[in-house]
């Protein structure tokens, strides 16, 4: 039985995870790509009611839902990989939402009604795998 430092057995770990803190943080990407001017090349304002929404000014709106690919386990890559990519065109102002490639798992949170948004909408839990081991982590989506 293989552990961290002989404290921890890591073959089957589990842990509990606010799945609105995921959310929370690819918005906060999203402000940033704004601000930054890496998406939309017209300004670099970002709308005020995602700020809001950001920094709970505004109810948390439900069309603004965490979405993950249909799979019931991600197998773990062997180097680690991170990708974000703006939904809608760069050229336009109109965004639709951000994808983040997280290893093997496409996160996926649209900026409203999105027809076609693949996936789960808000899953329960995510399970990585990598060999013999497990990872199980459960989104919990209670607003705190």
Not at 48 to 65: M, N, Y
Not at 108 to 120: D, S, T, W
Request: charged fraction near 25%.
């Amino acid at each position: 039985m293989g552990g961290i430092q002989g404290e921890v057995d890591i073959h089957d770990l589990q842990f509990e995870f606010n799945g609105r803190n995921i959310e929370r943080w690819m918005l906060k990407v999203i402000c940033g790509g704004i601000a930054t001017g890496l998406y939309g090349k017209r300004g670099r304002a970002v709308p005020i009611d995602l700020v809001e929404i950001l920094f709970e000014k505004r109810p948390w709106p439900s069309t603004i839902a965490l979405h993950t690919t249909r799979k019931k386990e991600y197998i773990v890559p062997e180097e680690p990989r991170v990708n974000f990519s703006f939904m809608g065109e760069l050229t336009s102002s109109h965004l639709a939402g951000l994808v983040c490639k997280y290893f093997a798992l496409d996160l996926v949170l649209p900026l409203g009604p999105y027809e076609g948004v693949p996936g789960i909408k808000q899953p329960s839990k995510l399970v990585f795998v990598n060999d013999d081991r497990s990872i199980e982590i459960k989104l919990d989506w209670v607003t705190p």
